[in-house]
């Protein structure tokens, strides 16, 4: 049975993959779940207008009234925005129920790779996936974002995995599961809001067109799995990795104290890192978002060529 039954692409979407132009995928629970409203509408638009300016076509993904939508106007982004935390943080099991309830949803990376895939689109920036969670050895929360790299051929610009993430069993997680992962002019990999972790990347690549070039060989030998991209916060945004340490270890302190564990830790830690760092990790977080959406597009634009 056709997707399409499910799934609306916008005319500018649709007409550009069709056309073989470049078109960069955007998640939704950024704009839903990762910022308050206004910044969460500007960033979000703001993205878009950096994907145009580097010569890609922006498909900010979500789901509403039950359609998977890629490719949102600016009313609907408002709307995404003013209800915040009202609208399901969707992940990929979620999806069946919300569409047969016609319900609405913000897309995590999983659920934006999935429907940027069925939309055509090869390539999405976001700013940071999910990883192994701390503690993920009794917990067994791992994010299904990695799963789903592991299995979804898009590649996915990011700034690393957020460094409330156990980094190293992470990577460990992406290795088994055959994800290559990329460091983007550097070998370490990045930890979002600063450019260092102490983890070796597998490969580091130093300009879009070799970032394209592996996308394209990799879809060219058939390899059902994604790429990640990690591209490091640039130097003038990123946080001293003291301060931003010492936070997160407060705040997992606090959700753990008050049992806050699955869908909802990512938000609650990143809210309180947020409050601990007087809002500097959220000025990292957007300029760390541009950053991403810059080089996707240019690597969009690298792999039409090709």
Known sequence: MSLNKYLDVSPEVAEAVAAGKPVVALESTIISHGMPYPQNVETALKVESIIRENG????????LGGRLKAGLTPEEIEYLGKKGHEVTKASRRDLAVLVS??????TTVTTTMMIAYMAGIKIFATGGIGGVH???????????????????PVMVVCAGAKSI???GLTLEYLETHGVPVIGYGTKELPAFYTRK????????LDSPAELAAAFKASQDIGLKGGMLVTNPIPEEFSMD???????????IAE??????????????LLAKVKELTGG?????????VFNNARLAAQTAAELCKL
Do not use: C, W
């Open 197 to 204: 972790s102490g983890f070796a990347v597998d490969y580091e």
């Open 280 to 288: 500097d990790s959220l000025d990292s977080n957007i300029q760390l």
């Open 255 to 268: 959700a753990n104290a008050q049992g806050i564990h699955g869908k909802e830790s990512t938000p609650f």
């Open 241 to 251: 990795p003291a301060v931003i340490n010492k936070a997160i270890d407060e705040a």
């Open 56 to 63: 890609a076509v922006p498909a900010t993904i979500a789901i």
């Open 165 to 167: 993430l156990d980094l």
């Open 134 to 152: 701390r503690g993920a050895e009794t917990t067994m929360d791992i994010s299904a974002d990695l799963e789903e790299l592991a299995q979804t």
């Open 101 to 106: 309830k016609g319900a609405d949803g913000a």
